[in-house]
């Protein structure tokens, strides 16, 4: 049974960047992932996100806001040019906006995150992965 719902608040070392995760799934139950492309294993990442949930990212300094896209250019991932952290990555589909956090980049980080599963989407089409991302990623309250 899901709980009432959380606000988790978190952004880059900086405060340039933020976000804020809505969620009523317990923290001991979030699904936790590590992918395995380069990009988020060189920083660490450990990413979530929730369907049911809301998410917003804010940008406090628009000169610090870097976007990325790699591989198959499908989804913006949003770092700080500044402390280089990367806080989360968000899509524009037909269906909606859609985004994940960096576990990361929570302030503060809470107690009782699971461990994070390794995850591989090499073999993914451009199709595929967006399909994937619009069923398992956090609704978009705003782009940024």
């Not at 899901?2 to 405060?15: A, I, K, L, M, P």
């Not at 992932?33 to 929730?50: E, I, L, M, N």
């Not at 089409?125 to 990623?137: F, G, K, L, N, P």
Request: aromatic share 10%.
């Amino acid at each position: 049974m899901r709980s009432s719902v959380q606000t988790f608040e978190g952004g880059c070392h900086c405060g340039a960047l933020g976000f804020s995760f809505q969620t009523s799934v317990p923290v001991s139950k979030w699904n936790l992932r590590a992918c395995q492309c380069a990009f988020c294993r060189a920083r660490g990442a450990r990413t979530t996100s929730d369907p049911a949930g809301g998410l917003s990212f804010q940008v406090n300094d628009t000169r610090a806001l870097q976007r990325y896209r790699f591989s198959l250019k499908t989804a913006d991932f949003l770092l700080c040019r500044d402390c280089g952290v990367y806080i989360g990555a968000q899509i524009e589909t037909p269906r909606g906006a859609f985004g994940i956090i960096n576990t990361l980049a929570l302030t503060p980080c809470p107690d009782g995150l699971p461990s994070a599963a390794a995850a591989d989407y090499a073999t993914e089409t451009a199709s595929e992965r967006i399909e994937r991302r619009e069923q398992r990623w956090t609704p978009l309250v705003r782009l940024v």
